[in-house]
């Protein structure tokens, strides 16, 4: 299928505090919108548009052509130049709106529809090649999981409610892959703020499948996250 991909990088990155919008912060002499879009741009795409604040537009595009440029050289694509399938537009105030204005920009010839948060920088393109494949196979929308690790407890201010049973839960991720039809008809339909697009999806009545995550996938939320990806990156350079 011809795949469109929606990286959204509007926000501002409260929970960081970096003192600027989290894309744009350095993870090493790269930023994590630079390092999100490296898995982007590996995999296989036919249109790639990045959401980002209004005032950073002009260096999304920049960081989008130097990542697409340097994937060409080390793989150059049969049809063309990957800086061709760039795309950037402005994000809105939340996140939801933010993919609302990306899917906005998508060519009519898209027929599979990846969202996915840059603030996941370091997802490895295994996961995109995963998620495109169940969305092919199943014309469902998926969502990549992990299983959770921590006990859980329900609770009720300080007291402790109940114990939670896990085993039914699972962690989401992205980026999460839809056909494109069915997820545009989802966002004409949205009457609400959903948490993810999954979400979106099914209270429209879309069905929703899953697949394998990964744990280089998590998203950079607080300065602890930041640090892991500064680690992750420098052990995989050492
Ligand atoms: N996002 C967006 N537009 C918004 C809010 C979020 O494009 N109005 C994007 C972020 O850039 C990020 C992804 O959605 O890649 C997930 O959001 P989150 O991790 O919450 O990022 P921020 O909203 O920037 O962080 P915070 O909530 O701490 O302010
Ligand atoms: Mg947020």
Redesign the pocket.
């Given at each position: 299928p011809r795949v469109g991909i929606v990286?959204?990088?509007?926000?501002?990155?409260?929970?960081?505090?970096a003192g600027a919008?989290?894309?744009f912060v350095g993870i090493d002499d790269h930023s994590?919108l630079n390092h999100?879009l490296r898995g982007v741009f590996r995999g296989p795409v036919a249109q790639v548009v990045v959401?980002?604040?209004a005032e950073r537009a002009g260096d999304a595009l920049t960081e989008a052509l130097a990542v697409a440029d340097r994937t060409d050289a080390a793989a150059p694509l049969p049809s063309g130049r990957r800086r061709d399938l760039v795309h950037v537009v402005a994000?809105?105030?939340?996140?939801?709106?933010?993919?609302a204005a990306g899917l906005g920009a998508l060519w009519a010839g898209i027929e599979v529809v990846l969202v996915?948060?840059?603030?996941?920088a370091l997802t490895p393109p295994e996961v995109f090649e995963r998620v495109v494949a169940a969305v092919d196979e199943t014309g469902a929308g998926v969502v990549p999981v992990l299983p959770v690790v921590d006990t859980l407890k329900r609770v009720a201010g300080s007291d402790v409610v109940e114990a939670v049973d896990r085993a039914p839960l699972a962690a989401a991720q992205?980026p999460q892959g839809f056909p494109r039809d069915v997820l545009d008809a989802a966002y004409r339909a949205a009457a609400a703020e959903f948490t993810d697009d999954t979400a979106l999806v099914a209270a429209a009545g879309g069905r929703i499948t899953t697949v394998p995550g990964h744990a280089s996938a998590f998203?950079?939320?607080?300065p602890a996250d930041l640090e892991r990806a500064r680690s992750l990156v420098q052990d995989a350079g050492a």
């Open positions: 990286v959204v990088a509007a926000g501002s990155g409260e929970r960081l505090g919008p989290k894309a994590i999100a959401v980002a604040p994000g809105a105030a939340t996140r939801q709106g933010s993919v996915h948060d840059a603030a996941r992205t998203k950079i939320t607080t």
